[in-house]
């Protein structure tokens, strides 16, 4: 495992490895990166927005995976689904974009070939249905850069 990864990807690495030990009904959660090595009060925010909204997180989830209800979902998929949902969507702490390519990045190296494709979709489909205003923000902000660029340009 590369060891130059960033403290927001190790921290995201480890509450997937923790949602998943939960997930397994593990006593112990795995402890994949000490505190020393993540950005700990982000870990927090998102550990407590876990463990407050879980059930909402699946609703969401069973929502916008119609096909695949929660309890036949891959658990190390479902683990990235609920970290992304709490960080990204609830927790507002990452922007959109940002928060579903780190989730389909962690899929890549926890889940199976198609899981990233499955967390894309559902990720994708929640922003645009349920979560619009973030997208909007998403593209004001990003027109607000491209006119910046421009401007210092000229």
């Known amino acids: 495992m590369p060891e130059n990864i960033g403290a927001l990807r190790k921290t995201r690495m480890r509450l997937v490895q923790e949602e998943y030990a939960q997930i397994m009904g593990q006593d112990q959660p ?6 020393e090595e993540i950005d700990l009060d982000r870990y927090k ?3 407590e927005i876990l463990e407050q909204k879980r059930e909402y997180i699946d609703s969401l989830i069973s929502k916008y995976s119609p096909k695949r209800p929660v309890p036949l979902i891959n658990k190390p ?6 970290v992304a949902i709490a960080e990204t969507f609830l927790g507002k702490l990452v922007p959109v974009k940002v928060g579903i390519n780190e989730a389909v ?6 889940g199976t070939q198609q899981s990233y494709k499955f ?3 559902v990720l994708g489909s929640m922003l645009r249905e349920e979560f619009s205003e ?3 923000q998403t593209q004001e902000q990003n027109q ?3 006119e910046k660029q421009e401007d210092n340009k000229a």
Request: hydrophobic share 45%.
């Open 30 to 35: 795995i402890e994949f990166y000490s505190d």
């Open 144 to 146: 607000l850069k491209k």
């Open 119 to 121: 967390i894309n979709g």
């Open 45 to 47: 925010k998102v550990k």
């Open 134 to 136: 973030l997208l909007e």
């Open 77 to 82: 998929d479902l683990a990235v689904l609920r």
């Open 105 to 110: 990045e962690i899929a890549k190296r926890f």
